[in-house]
């Protein structure tokens, strides 16, 4: 009994003990929440001088006490806040600039001046009293007047900032650099190709010295027919036991620095024999020349014209045959027609040019001889070439320089190895040789039969389709497996247009040559080989002076 008494007490009395402690908690967090409140409306009292702009808990109260009382102020924190981030914006440029010295005078100047102007904006005494004093009201039109102020301020320091900006953002300045780099190698591209066709053009154009001395010529022989009578054929111009060489040109007083500068440096000069050839159109003017101006020491010139060899003609030439039909395809379709339907190269004079394929004629053109050395009209002679004569070829037929180093000059620069008539006979890392100083077997290449070869090759590349343009890649053709390769020393190339050539390597040449654009009788001949050429100019002769060569 007394046990039940005892828990039915229990049971009762609980719910009221949890009933009393639960009220004692709501009263005590009201409490609490009350002095709360007190506390943050007493720090929060506006006679407090905190007015702080920025961060912290400074910016919340006074953003907390503008929404309660003035919506201006919301408004003037954020301007002012704006102004306050370009200040340090400008602050930090300005200190960038000194660390890189660019632009010191100007740039530092105009930093510090805007960064002043910005401190001194809110300084004023209109907007501080107006704005800035917590006593009193924020004055809708100050506030106007002084956002409009700060905007104008804010565009100059953008505009400043972003014309900076270049100065100091790398990766712009890299991209800046980048594309400076490019335009000015578009220029220099341009310009190498504008001045490479001007090159080409003055190369091949006839300089107005050059064509006044053959006019002069042939105006001595048209005032004076009695002197320049055609002579007899002189037995030395067939003899295999003298030195022979031949030149085909048309440019006369090329062809004279070729002739006297291997007559002066040859030894034996009256064992010398030339063979000239040129074009109907200055036979005349280089025959008065060499009866004029004799060769000294007793060597042999003989001059002769194109037509003269009767053989070369359209029915037994490839070239004069594609030649005719070049012309008649041009007349019977028209300019542009022929334009359109023919490449670039069969328009090109020096392609079709006989005297540029005299050379792969040269045993029927001098039946009776055993050897004979070609020469371009672009060389100078600077020693004795007897010895020439008495190199073994091995019984090839062409004696030449070879041209290639590493991988330049091989065969596949010349020829297209993309045809199966090319790719099939010929081996493109082949070392490519010069012309312009060769010594020819003319019995072996009567032999090998190298003239019915290069018919062969020249009628198989009718349409272009083989290489494009020149004798060098027929020469190549035709002599492939028939040249020997001669000591460099024999032949130092490159004067008309490698400015890098060394002296020592040039005089130590038997034969140089002025391959390339920049030949010697013209104006845009290099000046430190020059001289290399002229002093084999017969200055004497008097029409050399009359025409004012220049040199």
């Known amino acids: 009994m007394a046990v039940a008494v005892r828990g039915g007490r229990g049971g009762h009395s ?6 009393f402690t639960y009220r004692i908690f709501i009263s005590a967090l009201f409490t609490l929440l009350f002095v709360a409140t007190l506390s943050v409306i007493f720090t929060s009292n506006p006679s407090t001088p905190h007015r702080q702009s920025v961060t912290g808990n400074a910016y919340v109260q006074r953003t907390y006490l503008a929404l309660n009382s003035d919506p201006l102020n919301t408004r003037l924190d954020l301007i002012h806040k704006q102004a306050t981030d370009h200040l340090t914006l400008v602050n930090a440029y300005a200190s960038y600039a000194r660390k890189l010295k660019l632009e010191i005078a100007r740039q530092l100047m ?18 501080k009293t107006a704005l800035f004093d917590p006593e009193v009201a924020v004055d809708d039109d100050v506030l106007r007047q002084f956002e409009k102020e700060v905007k104008d301020k804010v565009k100059t320091a953008r505009t400043m900032v972003a014309e900076a900006k270049e100065s100091y953002d790398n990766q712009l300045k890299i991209q800046k650099l980048k594309d400076t780099i490019f335009a000015v190698n578009e220029l220099f591209i341009k310009a190498k190709k504008n001045g490479a066709f001007a090159s080409m053009v003055a190369a091949k154009s006839i300089p107005k010295s050059l064509h006044c001395l053959a006019m002069r010529l042939v105006e001595e022989r048209v005032a004076h027919p009695h002197k320049y009578r055609e002579e007899e054929p002189k037995p030395e111009f067939e003899d295999p036991a003298l030195y022979h060489y031949a030149i085909f040109s048309g440019n006369v007083i090329a062809v004279s620095v070729v002739v006297n500068s ?32 004799p060769v000294e020491g007793g060597a042999y010139v003989e001059v002769k014209a194109v037509e003269d060899f009767t053989f070369i003609n359209s029915s037994y030439s490839p070239v004069l045959r594609q030649l005719e039909k070049e012309k008649y395809d041009s007349e019977s379709m028209g300019d542009n027609a022929a334009k359109d339907s023919h490449d670039v190269k069969l328009r090109d004079p020096k392609y079709f040019s006989m005297l540029n394929h005299l050379r792969f004629y040269l045993p029927e053109m001098y039946p009776k001889l055993h050897q004979i050395l070609l020469l371009d009209d672009d060389v100078v002679v600077q020693k004795d070439l007897t010895e020439l004569w ?10 030449a320089v070879e041209t290639c180093f590493g991988s330049f000059h091989r065969y596949s620069q010349y020829l297209n190895f993309s045809h199966p008539s090319i ?28 003239t019915d070869q290069y018919h062969y090759w020249q009628n198989m590349n009718e349409n272009g389709d083989l290489w494009k343009s020149g004798a060098l890649p027929l020469g190549l053709l035709t002599f492939y497996t028939s040249t020997k390769s001669l000591e460099k020393s024999w032949h130092v190339l490159g004067l008309g247009y490698n ?24 104006d845009i001949a290099m000046s430190q080989y020059k001289n290399l050429w002229t002093k084999y100019v017969d200055n004497d002769m008097e029409f050399v002076q009359m025409c004012n060569f220049g040199l």
């Open 390 to 399: 008495n190199i073994d070829l091995d019984g090839k037929v062409n004696g």
């Open 423 to 450: 790719r099939d006979k010929l081996n493109p890392k082949a070392c490519a040789w010069a012309y312009g100083m060769n010594i020819f077997d003319l019995d072996a290449w009567r032999r090998e039969k190298c």
């Open 499 to 522: 400015p890098s050539i060394s002296m020592d390597q040039i005089n130590k040449a038997a034969v140089i040559h002025f391959n390339g654009n920049m030949k010697p009788w013209l």
């Open 110 to 127: 105009m930093f510090e001046d805007m960064a002043s102007t910005f401190a001194q904006l809110t300084m004023k005494d209109n907007y």
């Open 262 to 293: 291997a007559v002066k440096n040859a030894e034996e000069p009256w064992k010398h024999v030339f063979h000239i050839v040129t074009d109907r159109m200055n036979v005349a003017a280089m025959k008065v020349w060499f009866r004029m101006r």
């Open 14 to 19: 609980s719910p009221i003990r949890n009933l």
